[in-house]
């Protein structure tokens, strides 16, 4: 079974402060994204990438940005965190040819920002 | 806008029982109509999905129904029972080529004894 990590369970920051979310997969899949949850909104796309250095915005990118230096690891960066940013951000990657064969998520990362 | 449609928001069931989500598109473009579970704790895990050139797909209690005409798709558990209880998302996908998923809110299921 393809598995998606997240490195961090649980992250508590600062205002202000720049914080990496980091999700590494152990397959050799293109297709990578960063989703944040929020009761009563569902999931919402923040960033996606579709190879190595390449990036996509998705529906709410504004506060954030992505890196992908390699293959297996796609990074989101908080590059000055704020409370309303406080949420539980999940990693997905898209396994075989395309959207039909469905998103594997990691565990997620719960961030709270005081 | 809101692309996909997800209700109710939540839901209680007592064990046995048939529940039932329902979901609306509005984009006419959409063409993979997954479902997700989503226990507390861990990501959201599919569930199954449906093609919009099928009624109906049935896997085990789970079976999607799918109304292309009227856009509306729904998920109906049969036989509910307590470890069933967890979140539920639909979802929507368009497009050669495209890998984004539209998700809606959200049904918490409870499944009481």
């Known amino acids: 079974d393809v598995k998606v990590t997240q490195s961090s369970r649980y992250l508590v920051k600062r205002t202000g402060e720049k914080v990496f979310l980091e999700c590494v997969q152990d397959?050799?899949?293109?297709?990578m994204f960063w989703y944040r949850q929020d009761p009563g909104l569902g999931l919402r796309l923040i960033y996606f990438?579709?190879?190595?250095?390449?990036?996509e915005k998705g529906d709410i990118p504004e506060g954030y940005s992505v890196s992908r230096e390699k293959k297996e690891r796609f990074s989101l960066i908080l590059e000055s965190a704020s409370t309303n940013q406080t949420s539980m951000y999940l990693c997905?990657?898209?396994?075989?040819?395309?959207?039909?064969?469905?998103?594997?998520f990691g565990s997620g990362t719960r961030l709270t920002v005081v | 806008q809101q692309q996909v449609k997800q209700s109710p928001q939540s839901l209680i069931v007592q064990k046995g029982g048939i529940s039932i989500i329902n979901c609306a598109y509005e984009n006419t473009a959409f063409d993979y109509f997954p479902w997700y579970q989503q226990f507390p704790g861990k990501g959201p895990a599919l569930l199954i999905a449906i093609r919009p050139d099928v009624s109906e797909k049935k896997e085990g209690r789970f079976t999607i129904s799918f109304n292309k005409s009227a856009k509306q798709f729904s998920l109906h558990i049969m036989d509910s029972q307590p470890g069933d209880s967890a979140t539920y998302f639909c979802a929507a996908a368009s497009g050669a080529g495209s890998y984004q998923l539209t998700f809606g809110k959200g049904t918490k299921l409870s499944v009481i004894p």
């Open positions: 397959m050799d899949h293109e297709n």
């Open positions: 997905a990657i898209n396994i075989g040819a395309g959207r039909r064969y469905g998103y594997t």
């Open positions: 990438s579709y190879d190595v250095k390449m990036k």
